[in-house]
C-alpha cells in the first residue's frame, strides 16, 4: 500500500487508534500498537493521514512525526460513539504533528457540519485539558483551513486570475455576528453551517444565495433511497 501511493502520488486514509479495543486487538495479535504495526509494514510517510488517533501514546506520537504523517480530528462523532478518549492534543502540540477536522459520516454525527465541528473541537480540548486557553478561535479556523489545505496537498489557494480555489461566502449580517467585534470568535463559537451563503469548488458555483441547483429533486430521491433501506 505504501508503494503504491508513493508510485501513483496518492494519499493514504484510515481510522486509526479510535477505540481502546481497537488497539488492544492490534497489540494482541501483532504485539504492536497500530501504529507500530503500519510502520513495520511501511504505510506510514507523509502521504497517510490517519483519522480519529484518541487512543495515542506518546510513542506512537513519535513514529508519526518521525514519519510526517498526519491526522483527521473528529470531535462530535467521538462523543456520539463514545470512544472514551479525547485526542491528546498536547502530544499533537508538542510533536508538531499536523491535524485537522472532519465529521465523520451521517450513522456516527447526523450533522456533517464542519463549522460546528470547529466549536466542538475548541470546547473540547478546553475541557480535557483543564485550560481554557488552549485552541483559541484563530487557531481553530486555521487548523480547519490553512492547516486542512497542507494536509491535504491542496496547494497555494490563492485567489487571482487563472487559479481555481475553493470559495466559502459567508453571511455577516445574520444575527449571529452582531456586534461582531471578534469574527474568528463569531464563526468558531457563535455560527454554523447556516452562516455560509455561497459555495465555490474549484471555481464553480456549488450553491448561491443558499441556492443548490437540483435541490430539490436531490431531497426527493433521497427520501425515496431511505424508504427503500428501512423495508427492507
Given at each position: 500500500?505504501?508503494?503504491?501511493?508513493?508510485?501513483?502520488?496518492?494519499?493514504?486514509?484510515m481510522?486509526?487508534?479510535?477505540?481502546?479495543?481497537?488497539?488492544?486487538?492490534?497489540?494482541?495479535?501483532y504485539?504492536?500498537s497500530?501504529?507500530?504495526f503500519?510502520?513495520?509494514?511501511?504505510v506510514?510517510?507523509d502521504r497517510f493521514?490517519?483519522c480519529?488517533?484518541?487512543?495515542?501514546?506518546e510513542?506512537d506520537?513519535i513514529?508519526?512525526?518521525?514519519?510526517k504523517?498526519?491526522l483527521?480530528?473528529?470531535?462530535?462523532?467521538?462523543?456520539?460513539l463514545?470512544?472514551?478518549?479525547?485526542?491528546?492534543?498536547f502530544?499533537?502540540?508538542e510533536?508538531?504533528i499536523?491535524?485537522?477536522?472532519?465529521?465523520?459520516g451521517?450513522?456516527?454525527n447526523?450533522h456533517?457540519?464542519l463549522?460546528e465541528?470547529?466549536?466542538?473541537?475548541?470546547l473540547?480540548?478546553?475541557?480535557?485539558?483543564?485550560?481554557?486557553t488552549?485552541?483559541?478561535?484563530?487557531e481553530?479556523?486555521?487548523?480547519?483551513?490553512?492547516?486542512?489545505?497542507?494536509?491535504f496537498?491542496?496547494?497555494?489557494?490563492?485567489?487571482?486570475i487563472?487559479?481555481?480555489?475553493d470559495?466559502?461566502l459567508?453571511?455577516?449580517?445574520?444575527?449571529?455576528?452582531v456586534?461582531?467585534f471578534?469574527?474568528?470568535?463569531d464563526?468558531?463559537?457563535?455560527?454554523?453551517?447556516?452562516?455560509?451563503?455561497?459555495?465555490?469548488?474549484?471555481?464553480r458555483?456549488?450553491?448561491?444565495?443558499?441556492?443548490?441547483?437540483?435541490e430539490?429533486e436531490?431531497?426527493?430521491e433521497?427520501?425515496?433511497i431511505?424508504?427503500?433501506?428501512?423495508?427492507?
Open positions: 500500500m505504501g508503494e503504491f501511493s508513493e508510485k501513483n502520488n496518492i494519499l493514504i486514509h481510522h486509526l487508534s479510535e477505540t481502546q479495543d481497537e488497539v488492544r486487538f492490534s497489540r494482541e495479535r504485539g504492536l497500530p501504529v507500530e503500519l510502520d513495520s509494514i511501511g506510514l510517510s493521514i490517519g480519529h488517533g484518541c487512543w495515542l501514546d510513542r506520537c513514529i508519526l512525526k518521525e514519519n504523517s498526519k483527521v480530528h473528529i470531535p462530535v462523532s467521538n462523543m456520539k463514545c470512544v472514551g478518549r479525547v485526542v491528546p492534543h502530544l499533537f502540540k510533536k508538531d499536523p491535524y485537522c477536522f472532519g465529521t465523520d451521517c450513522a456516527s447526523n456533517l457540519d463549522i465541528t470547529m466549536k466542538f473541537a475548541s473540547l480540548a478546553k475541557f480535557f485539558t483543564h485550560n481554557p488552549i485552541l483559541p478561535a484563530k481553530t479556523f486555521e487548523i480547519a483551513t490553512k492547516v486542512a489545505a497542507r494536509i496537498f491542496l496547494g497555494n489557494w490563492e485567489i487571482k487563472g487559479s481555481s480555489p470559495i466559502v459567508i453571511d455577516a449580517e445574520r444575527p449571529e455576528f456586534p461582531n471578534d469574527l474568528y470568535s464563526i468558531v463559537y457563535a455560527s454554523n453551517g447556516y452562516i455560509v451563503d455561497t459555495v465555490i469548488c474549484m471555481g458555483v456549488l450553491m448561491e444565495n443558499r441556492y443548490v441547483p437540483g430539490e436531490i431531497l426527493k433521497a427520501k425515496k431511505a424508504r427503500q433501506l428501512i423495508e427492507r
